[in-house]
Every structure is written in structure tokens, then in C-alpha cells.
């Protein structure tokens, strides 16, 4: 696929790997070329922020440096330094993927698409990342931003929320990837996306304005072409950190599978008519008392959204099926997922917070 003149193609390739050689932001995983630690940067930058990931990627790294650390390593641990981070079937099946590398592949990452791509966890963009950063090889590594990018650039209006036009993006990336310098080619796309070609665009900052037909014709505002999502299911739940009379509070460990699956939490439920005391009664079979209100609060997942009333109480009951009481060292210990520990932070401010 030809997309410029064979020239400018050359051109546009010098311009924006120049522009990326020269104006990269500091990040840790671009002072390395270990494999399995852009790896590992690849999976946590998934739907989170560069900055939001840095001190993650630097504990993660530091506890966890070799691929063996990780594979022998119990899940819970791996979830703890995940915790915050969000999305946790990422760390999961990132554990997964490597222990695979250890155990079928003899410590050493696949370096071709086809083998990469069997690993637990990889996909497409993954496998393209670390194949041209890590390897140097040249393969696509199409996400949001380079949809964005492109789009722009050669004028493809293609609705980008559906997934087959992916496949047309890695095919253009393909056409255009730089042969001798795959890594920062896909990494400048990248950059140029997360900083300039932004869903604002900077077009007057743009190392690549002079080949872009959106520029030119006006259209930069106009592109990506993506669809609206399906409105999320908004969830109204209470969540109640109970404590007993020896200090200890109430928690249980989510299912193996599912929704924040393994993460401790307090007890939680979907709202229903009554007040919190009649809830706590007919869900769990406790008598609470002391309730105090802690803090409200919205969480949003990729396909649904909490409504979030919390509170903390006293019971002298013992713990229903399926959950324990445990010290606050040991709650402060384990991994939880964000409202839980937004919830726990309110309680650590509470008069109710006894070690």
C-alpha cells in the first residue's frame, strides 16, 4: 500500500523520527531495552495515564525484575503492587503470560508475531510494542492514539470504534514503518498522539503538519471518525466497613473470576428499599449498630457504573459465610480495589479506626 509518493514517505518517516529522537518525554521503560520490562510498561499503560503508571512500573519492577520473580510469585502479592492501577485481569494475565515464557519458551520472550500472540494476555498492540521496541522489529503497534494520528494524516474516515478497521490501520502502519528504526516509528506515532495530535490537536507544534491532508483541508477537528459507546448500566450499591468489638473488620475475597476478581472488599450490596440497618440484616444476618455515614462517591468500569453510599458500623455478631474479620494491619495488607480503598481511607480518619 503506497500512501504517499515514495519520496514523501521517506520524508514523512525522517520528520517524525527525528522529531521523537529529539523531544521524547523521560519515561523509565524508554531507558531499557529488556523485553519483559517494556513488556510489563505496555500492559499498565492500557487505559491508564503515563503519569499514573510510572511509580507503579518502578515498584512493579523493582520487586518483580526478572521474568522468573514474577512467574513464582503468589497472585496476591502481584495484585498488591497492582492495586489502584484498575483493570487487574491485566495483572493477572500478565503473571499468566509470563510464567508461560518461563515454562514453554525457556526465559526467553518470543520474538515473531505468531508465538508472541499465544501468550495469555498479548494482544495485537502488545505483541507489536514489544516486538518493535524490545527487537527492533518491524510490526505494527496500533492504538488509540496512532488511530488518531493517521486518520488525520491520510484522511481516513473509518469509524475507528469498530473493529475491523484496526485491521486497516496495522496495514498502513505496515506500509509505512520504518525498516532500520521500527522502535522509534512506533513509538514517535505514539508520542505524537499522546502530546500534539491530541483530541485537540497542536497543529502548529506538529513536526508532520506538512503531511497531513486533515491540516490542509481543515478537517483535523473532524477526525477520528468514532461511534458513541452504548450508555453503561449505572449501579446504585452500599458498601459497609464493619467493625467488631476486638477492632478487627469485616471483609471477604471477590470470586476467582469475574469483576475485580480476587480483591478483598467489605460487604457490599445493591441498594434496595429500607434503611442500611434492615439491609445489613436481610443480606448478611448481622445487627449493627453506631452506623455512620463515611462517603459518596461514583467508580466507573469499562460497561458499568457505582453509585457508592458507604458507611461504617459495630457488630458483635460473628462473621457470615464467606467473610472473616482481620486486623487493620492485615486489611491495610491486602489488595483492594479502588473504592475499597477510598472507603478504607475514610475509615482510617474515623474515630472507629482502632489498631
Given at each position: 500500500?503506497?500512501l504517499?509518493?515514495?519520496?514523501?514517505?521517506?520524508?514523512?518517516?525522517?520528520?517524525?523520527?527525528?522529531?521523537?529522537?529529539?523531544?521524547?518525554?523521560?519515561?523509565?521503560?524508554?531507558?531499557?531495552?529488556?523485553?519483559y520490562?517494556?513488556?510489563?510498561?505496555?500492559?499498565?499503560?492500557?487505559?491508564?495515564?503515563?503519569?499514573?503508571?510510572?511509580?507503579?512500573?518502578?515498584?512493579?519492577?523493582?520487586?518483580?525484575?526478572?521474568?522468573?520473580?514474577?512467574?513464582?510469585?503468589?497472585?496476591?502479592?502481584?495484585?498488591?503492587?497492582?492495586?489502584?492501577?484498575?483493570?487487574?485481569?491485566?495483572?493477572?494475565?500478565?503473571?499468566s503470560?509470563?510464567?508461560?515464557?518461563?515454562e514453554?519458551?525457556?526465559?526467553?520472550?518470543?520474538?515473531?508475531r505468531?508465538?508472541?500472540?499465544?501468550?495469555?494476555?498479548?494482544?495485537?498492540?502488545?505483541?507489536?510494542?514489544?516486538?518493535?521496541?524490545?527487537?527492533?522489529?518491524?510490526?505494527?503497534?496500533?492504538?488509540?492514539?496512532?488511530?488518531?494520528?493517521?486518520?488525520?494524516?491520510?484522511?481516513?474516515?473509518?469509524?475507528?470504534?469498530?473493529?475491523?478497521?484496526?485491521?486497516?490501520?496495522?496495514?498502513?502502519?505496515?506500509?509505512?514503518i520504518?525498516?532500520?528504526?521500527?522502535?522509534?516509528?512506533?513509538?514517535?506515532?505514539?508520542?505524537?498522539?499522546?502530546?500534539?495530535?491530541?483530541?485537540?490537536?497542536?497543529?502548529l507544534?506538529?513536526?508532520?503538519?506538512?503531511f497531513?491532508?486533515?491540516?490542509?483541508?481543515?478537517?483535523?477537528?473532524?477526525?477520528?471518525?468514532?461511534?458513541?459507546?452504548?450508555?453503561?448500566?449505572?449501579?446504585?450499591?452500599?458498601?459497609?466497613?464493619?467493625?467488631?468489638?476486638?477492632?478487627?473488620?469485616?471483609?471477604?475475597?471477590?470470586?476467582?473470576?469475574?469483576?475485580?476478581?480476587?480483591?478483598?472488599?467489605?460487604?457490599?450490596?445493591?441498594?434496595?428499599?429500607?434503611?442500611?440497618?434492615?439491609?445489613?440484616?436481610?443480606?448478611?444476618?448481622?445487627?449493627?449498630?453506631?452506623?455512620?455515614?463515611?462517603?459518596?462517591?461514583?467508580?466507573?468500569?469499562?460497561?458499568?457504573?457505582?453509585?457508592?453510599?458507604?458507611?461504617?458500623?459495630?457488630?458483635?455478631?460473628?462473621?457470615?459465610?464467606?467473610?472473616?474479620?482481620?486486623?487493620?494491619?492485615?486489611?491495610?495488607?491486602?489488595?483492594?480495589?479502588?473504592?475499597?480503598?477510598?472507603?478504607?481511607?475514610e475509615?482510617?480518619?474515623?474515630?472507629?479506626?482502632?489498631?
Amino acid at each position: 500500500m503506497q500512501l504517499f509518493e515514495r519520496k514523501h514517505e521517506s520524508e514523512f518517516r525522517k520528520a517524525l523520527i527525528t522529531w521523537y529522537l529529539e523531544e521524547k518525554r523521560d519515561l523509565p521503560w524508554r531507558r531499557t531495552s529488556n523485553p519483559y520490562h517494556i513488556w510489563i510498561s505496555e500492559v499498565m499503560l492500557q487505559q491508564t495515564r503515563v503519569e499514573t503508571v510510572i511509580p507503579y512500573y518502578e515498584r512493579f519492577i523493582e520487586k518483580f525484575p526478572t521474568l522468573a520473580d514474577l512467574a513464582a510469585a503468589k497472585e496476591e502479592e502481584v495484585l498488591k503492587l497492582w492495586e489502584g492501577l484498575g483493570y487487574y485481569s491485566r495483572a493477572r494475565n500478565l503473571q499468566s503470560g509470563v510464567k508461560e515464557v518461563v515454562e514453554d519458551y525457556g526465559s526467553r520472550i518470543p520474538e515473531n508475531r505468531k508465538e508472541i500472540s499465544k501468550l495469555k494476555g498479548v494482544g495485537p498492540y502488545t505483541a507489536g510494542a514489544v516486538l518493535s521496541i524490545a527487537f527492533g522489529i518491524p510490526e505494527h503497534a496500533v492504538d488509540g492514539n496512532v488511530m488518531r494520528v493517521l486518520s488525520r494524516i491520510l484522511l481516513i474516515d473509518e469509524d475507528i470504534a469498530i473493529p475491523k478497521t484496526r485491521k486497516l490501520f496495522e496495514e498502513v502502519v505496515m506500509a509505512l514503518i520504518d525498516k532500520e528504526d521500527p522502535s522509534s516509528f512506533n513509538q514517535g506515532l505514539m508520542e505524537l498522539g499522546a502530546t500534539i495530535c491530541t483530541p485537540r490537536p497542536k497543529c502548529l507544534l506538529c513536526p508532520v503538519r506538512d503531511f497531513c491532508a486533515a491540516f490542509h483541508e481543515g478537517r483535523q477537528d473532524e477526525l477520528p471518525v468514532k461511534s458513541k459507546k452504548v450508555k453503561t448500566k449505572t449501579v446504585p450499591v452500599s458498601s459497609i466497613a464493619i467493625r467488631n468489638i476486638d477492632g478487627e473488620w469485616l471483609l471477604r475475597q471477590r470470586p476467582s473470576k469475574g469483576l475485580l476478581a480476587n480483591m478483598w472488599e467489605f460487604p457490599m450490596v445493591e441498594n434496595t428499599s429500607g434503611s442500611i440497618e434492615e439491609i445489613v440484616k436481610a443480606e448478611l444476618d448481622l445487627d449493627v449498630r453506631s452506623i455512620t455515614p463515611l462517603t459518596d462517591f461514583r467508580h466507573v468500569f469499562s460497561h458499568l457504573t457505582w453509585e457508592v453510599r458507604s458507611y461504617s458500623a459495630v457488630t458483635e455478631d460473628r462473621p457470615p459465610e464467606g467473610f472473616e474479620f482481620f486486623s487493620a494491619e492485615e486489611v491495610e495488607a491486602m489488595p483492594k480495589a479502588v473504592p475499597v480503598i477510598r472507603i478504607w481511607d475514610e475509615v482510617k480518619k474515623s474515630k472507629d479506626y482502632l489498631k
